[in-house]
């Protein structure tokens, strides 16, 4: 009859709207679980990147700390190094220049360069004999010594300094060099100081410095430089500020470039040299405890024998 057949083809759409129903429940719950996922999965990527960013900003402070530490901690003589390393090439920038020529002149004034006359100047003759208490130098010059500046241009520094009556005076720049000094010509003859047992200088001034006074017994330039060191500061300083230092010759260290020479003796026989420096540098690359660089000035009373 019309109703049963009616009855079954409803019952068929009616399941097929379920199945459909179905379908599309299950299609919608998939792609609510996969944009889930997806999210979860980008929340996720987003929590593990702040987590990373945070253990790298972690990191960082701990770099930022543990550096500010190390360089708290560093020793206090390394730190005023590099202030001082810092400091030296920025004075190094604005020292004078070397003056080749100036180091050329004094080179030549004491010999160094050879000179063509010299064939004819023959030999120096023998030592003049001096006894105990005779004077060396004064203002008045006795033994017609002449001095010159030997000054660090030698060795391309740009200190410079002068010897006019009996004050010495200059300038050390320590950025290049470190030292100024007088010495006199190779004596001829020489001077047989084999009778005395030592020098006594006598200055006045020197702004408390440590000074050196040298002696040579050869007419090689660069000899051997027999050193004593002396104070230009006193315990009790005389009326007239005259400050006096007497040196045997047994106290003078024999010295090149301002390293000690083992196994030497100052020969008494042939005095060949004096000398009066200032320098940086004590002996052996030791630093000189009382020196000042830049402008010094030194009274040269007297030198004599004892």
């Known amino acids: 009859s019309p109703t049963s057949t009616t009855l079954p083809l409803h019952l068929a759409i009616g399941k097929r709207s379920a199945a459909m129903a179905r379908v599309k429940l299950q299609s919608s719950m998939v792609t609510r679980s996969q944009h889930l996922l997806r999210r979860n999965i980008f929340a996720a990527l987003v929590f593990a990147a702040g987590v990373v960013l945070c253990k790298l900003c972690e990191a960082s402070l701990g770099w930022a700390f543990a ?175 005259v400050v006096e230092a007497s040196a045997s010759f047994t106290d003078f260290v024999p010295t090149k470039f301002a390293r000690r020479v083992e196994n030497q003796r100052f020969d008494v026989r042939q005095l060949t040299a004096i000398q009066i420096t200032l320098s940086k540098f004590g002996y052996d690359g030791d630093l000189n405890p009382y020196f000042k660089g830049g402008d010094f000035s030194l009274e040269l009373e007297s030198i004599t024998t004892f």
């Open 67 to 241: 550096g500010a530490a190390a360089s708290a901690e560093l020793p206090l003589r390394a730190q005023t190094d590099r202030s001082r390393a810092l400091t030296a090439r920025a004075a190094e920038k604005t020292r004078p220049p070397w003056d080749g020529m100036r180091a050329l002149r004094t080179a030549a004034f004491f010999g160094a360069v050879p000179n063509p006359l010299d064939v004819f100047r023959g030999d120096p003759g023998a030592a003049v004999r001096v006894g105990p208490g005779e004077v060396l130098w004064s203002p008045e010059n006795p033994k017609q010594l002449v001095w010159g500046s030997l000054d660090d241009v030698v060795m391309g520094g740009a200190s410079r300094s002068a010897f006019r009556g009996k004050t010495w005076k200059g300038t050390i720049v320590v950025e290049g060099g470190g030292f100024a000094g007088i010495r006199t010509q190779p004596l001829r003859p020489a001077l047989d100081v084999s009778q005395c047992k030592g020098l006594r200088v006598r200055v006045k001034g020197g702004d408390g410095q440590r000074f050196k006074l040298i002696i040579r017994d050869s007419y090689d330039w660069n000899g051997i430089a027999w050193s004593y060191e002396f104070d230009t500061r006193s315990v009790l300083p005389s009326l007239d500020g």
